[in-house]
């Protein structure tokens, strides 16, 4: 069982930045797979950036340029950076870690973008 708690939500205006992060109980380095999710008011959920075992983050079209994830092995943290937000990022952010055939979910961290 791995525990994974996000956290860095807020209120931004259009253009603004958040970081957000996700602490987890395991070890980053080990995990299959590191994943950003969110999901907005009525629409399901997509998948926004993700780390592939040790390989390099890829992101969702809209997100990239804006969006950078990353990760501190030593802290066992995950971080999202997004900056140039807009309305339609609003969402509940979420966190995800892939551990051999399982994955841990985190409660989720709300993004609000409005001005």
């Known amino acids: 069982q791995v525990q994974v708690v996000e956290s860095g939500g807020g209120l931004v205006q259009p253009g603004g930045s958040l970081t957000l992060s996700c602490a987890t109980s395991?070890?980053?380095?080990?995990?299959?797979?590191i994943r950003w999710y969110r999901r907005a008011p009525g629409n399901e959920r997509e998948l926004v950036a993700f780390?592939?075992?040790?390989?390099?983050?890829h992101y969702k079209n809209s997100a990239k340029g804006r969006f950078t994830m990353s990760r501190d092995n030593a802290e066992n943290m995950v971080y999202l950076q997004m900056n140039s937000l807009r309305p339609e990022d609003t969402a509940v952010y979420y966190c995800?870690?892939?551990?051999?055939?399982?994955?841990?979910w985190g409660p989720g961290t709300q993004v609000t973008v409005s001005s």
């Open positions: 395991g070890t980053v380095s080990s995990f299959n797979a």
């Open positions: 995800s870690v892939v551990v051999a055939w399982s994955e841990y």
């Open positions: 780390i592939p075992g040790n390989d390099s983050p």
